[in-house]
């Protein structure tokens, strides 16, 4: 039995962050450290002929690098060997980093920044994706006979296309990037701590741009304000600017982004357009997808191939399907690289699918929910890559919590009405809010009435039109494909001399919960009590490699080698006490429940000479087989499942949207932290909502125009709409007591649930994220060409 697990354990960093005694990268104080910065490219693309110095400037008081000061190779290593530490000769995007400065203090630091100008020669830049030539990576996915299924369509079958697009999305982390590098030591280790998500990547970026061997690179995380994949592979640049420079001047050197730089020059989602074809038989049976996925990669490779994959696995959404394919592209663009964002490609592919759906029922004449239920993948069903579903298969559980809570199928969608919703749902005991209470939130006598919409030829009501929609969307917990097998994640446990157990792991606590849950996990499986756990600080030079702290695969992936470390620790200390006490005691009798503590029976075991480090290493299940140049069979150990329905409030006036509620059932797998869980869905799934009609991003010649809070908008308080967040436990047998990955997938849903609600409050199919009161305009007057002024 269960005595931590799905229970609420105190986050250990808790107190420290709100009584102000957690240090930051800023609050580290270092005597004597210089303060560092970049200069950077003003131009799109061009070839850089020189840097100018203002004679003005007494140089002697600062150190300048450029690209001939790196030791090692003049790289930033991540999947593609393209993106300079410093740019030599030529300039890829606005804001590249030219030279670095490093001066005492951040007043002369500006002074000398402004006194060095980049002589440029502007080129020609490739700012529009589309018409982008150079492929940073193709993907394609093939299941059945599309082709041969198009051609000859059964009786009373239709085609259907669409077009979606998706702008991109900053992360706005709370706290922005930096790091802090200490001069070489005299056996040359050189020493960075940050904000970052990622040590291990951070690690081996800078022993390669350092020119010295991986056990000389050490990285630790400071306590860090959020990441949200920002701070992915970003880090690796400011670590290695921050060491480049500790390196000349021969003191600490802090690299500390104001907001202004790293709204400018930090990597964001990658915009995407997606082209769907999808055959429909009569009775609402998807026969054949044909899936056209491109994304806009920007200057240099990043982490562009693997958000492809994401976004392409993802594309066919959770939908049975016999004939699919799926062609996917990132191309090279003069933008500023972008890179990775919580759910990493699959929001994208998503929005574009589920959109898709919502087309195809209102041509149909089938409710949403009829077609999503009549299509849903279910266990033995095989995804677009061929991979059977095996177990933990979450669909049927997911739409029926949404259903029941909301009687979303019991009610019309844009006119339309499920004709039996007994036939797509059980009559499982689930709780619906109150029918006074939903009256009261959305008593909408005028829900999807075209007749109270804007117009401009009489009279126009002031009464906000009311609107809800669904999403239906699963996610891949882990690594693609082979990818945790390749990459073999470590965890390690050791008994302290005082009998606690310390856990040491590189996956980071971004404020996400790491730190609670792997203190829960270990706790549950040794047996011991919560404050028998200490959880280490990211520092390379003592925790292995556990891989990075992304793809939902903390808590399925290093926290089950963390359960299976912790139980084979409980069984050397148990195992040998029951030895010592033989034949007296027996073993059943050494459990914590018979007296002894762990702590006391660990300090045994210590005495006695025991072994009291274990390391484990990750292994996905057996039998999974994947074939990464095909792109066909077992893509991920497992997936989440999860619905989504959004109501809105729509201003015939303005268009302005106001989301009023979300309901979203999830399956986790079994959640170990519930209160930490529903906290990760609710901050995605505002995440989501902030992306779908609020978050503007935009470019001028390749220079981000969102560059301060001002302009930079995401959700505030005052626009979180209230949550309802239903767990649905389908265990996952390969995870930690059942656990499957969360993190992403609460942004997959959001979005095109809004876009539907829309879509049923005005009667616009909208394709175009963010849905800003502008984009809804022009959709209104595209339909209604004679209101036109």
Not at 362 to 378: F, V, Y
Not at 573 to 579: L, P, R
Request: charged share 25%; with cysteine.
């Amino acid at each position: 039995m269960s005595r931590i697990v799905g229970t609420d354990v105190p986050r250990p960093e808790g107190p420290a962050k709100v009584a102000g005694r957690a240090l930051y990268v800023a609050d580290l104080d270092v005597p004597g450290a210089w303060v560092g910065g970049a200069v950077r490219a003003d131009v799109a693309r061009g070839r850089l002929l020189g840097v100018d110095r203002d004679p003005a400037f007494d140089f002697a008081r600062v150190v300048v690098v450029g690209p001939e000061d790196v030791p090692g190779e003049n790289v930033q290593a991540l999947i593609v060997d393209d993106q300079p530490v410093l740019a030599a000769k030529e300039v890829r995007h606005w804001g590249e980093p030219l030279l670095l400065v490093a001066a005492p203090d951040r007043a002369t630091l500006v002074e000398a920044l402004r006194a060095l100008r980049p002589r440029i020669e502007p080129l020609e830049a490739v700012l529009d994706f589309e018409r982008s030539t150079r492929v940073f990576k193709e993907i394609d996915i093939d299941k059945g006979d599309v082709d041969g299924t198009f051609a000859a369509p059964p009786a009373g079958a239709r085609v259907f296309e669409g077009e979606y697009r998706t702008d991109s999305q900053e992360q706005l982390y709370i706290e922005p990037q930096g790091c802090i590098a200490w001069p070489p030591e005299r056996d040359g280790t050189i020493t960075v701590k940050g904000s970052l998500q990622c040590p291990h990547y951070v690690r081996k970026a800078l022993a390669r741009c350092m020119g010295v061997a991986l056990e000389q690179a050490r990285v630790v995380q400071c306590e860090t304000g959020g990441g949200f994949g920002g701070k992915e592979e970003y880090p690796s640049v400011v670590a290695c600017h921050a060491a480049l420079l500790a390196k000349k001047c021969g003191k600490a050197v802090k690299v500390l982004y104001e907001r202004h730089e790293d709204l400018l020059v930090t990597p964001k989602r990658h915009p995407s357009r997606v082209v769907h074809r999808t055959l429909v038989g009569e009775d609402g049976t998807l026969l054949a997808m044909d899936v056209d996925v491109l994304f806009d990669g920007g200057a240099y490779t990043t982490l562009s191939p693997v958000v492809l994959s994401r976004g392409c696995i993802h594309a066919a959404g959770p939908y049975r399907c016999a004939n699919v394919r799926i062609r996917g592209r990132v191309v090279a663009t003069n933008h500023v690289p972008y890179g990775a964002f919580r759910g990493f490609g699959a929001p994208q592919t998503c929005f574009a699918v589920e959109r898709m759906l919502d087309r195809i029922a209102r041509g149909i004449g089938m409710h949403p929910a009829e077609l999503r239920w009549k299509n849903r993948l279910r266990l033995g069903d095989a995804t677009a890559t061929g991979q059977v579903l095996k177990e933990s298969v979450g669909a049927t559980e997911v739409l029926e919590r949404v259903f029941e809570r909301t009687e979303f199928d019991r009610r019309e969608w844009c006119g339309l009405a499920v004709k039996d919703s007994a036939a797509i749902r059980s009559q499982a005991p689930f709780s619906p809010i109150p029918e006074g209470q939903r009256q009261a939130e959305s008593n909408g006598g005028n829900r999807g009435k075209r007749s109270q919409a804007p117009s401009r030829g009489g009279a126009v009501t002031s009464e906000p039109l009311r609107g809800r929609g669904l999403s239906f969307f699963f996610h891949g917990a882990g690594f693609t494909g082979s990818g945790e097998e390749m990459l073999k994640g470590r965890v390690r446990v050791s008994l302290l001399p005082d009998g606690r157990v310390e856990v040491l792991a590189g996956s980071t606590e971004i404020g996400q919960g790491t730190n609670a849950l792997f203190a829960a996990i270990a706790s549950e499986a040794l047996g011991s009590a919560l404050d028998d756990v200490v959880v280490a600080t990211p520092d390379t030079a003592r925790v292995p490699d556990s891989g990075p702290t992304v793809a939902s695969r903390t808590c399925m992936v290093v926290g089950g080698c963390l359960a299976n470390a912790c139980r084979e620790l409980r069984a050397r200390v148990d195992g040998a006490e029951a030895d010592a006490n033989a034949p007296t005691r027996s073993r059943a009798n050494t459990s914590p429940d018979s007296g002894s503590s762990l702590r006391e029976r660990a300090r045994a075991f210590l005495a006695r000479g025991g072994d009291g480090v274990v390391t484990t290493t990750y292994h996905s299940p057996a039998g999974l087989q994947w074939d990464d140049a095909r792109y066909r069979g077992d893509a991920y150990p497992v997936y989440g499942w999860a619905a989504d329905l959004a109501e809105v409030e729509v201003d015939p006036l303005t268009f302005d949207v106001r989301v009023t509620r979300i309901s979203t059932a999830v399956d986790v797998g079994k959640a170990l932290q519930p209160k930490l869980v529903e906290g990760q869905i609710e901050g995605g799934t505002l995440q989501a909502i902030g992306w779908s009609q609020l978050e503007v991003i935009t470019t001028r010649a390749g220079r981000f125009e969102q560059d301060r809070l001002a302009t930079c908008i995401i959700p505030t308080t005052l626009d979180a709409p209230p949550v309802d967040v239903m767990l649905v436990e389908i265990p996952f047998a390969h995870g930690p007591f059942g656990a499957k990955g969360v993190g992403e997938m609460p942004m997959d849903g959001g979005a095109p649930a809004v876009i539907a609600a829309i879509e049923d409050a005005l009667g616009l199919h909208l394709t175009h994220l963010p849905a800003t009161p502008e984009r809804i305009l022009e959709a209104w007057l595209a339909a209604h060409p004679e209101e036109r002024a």
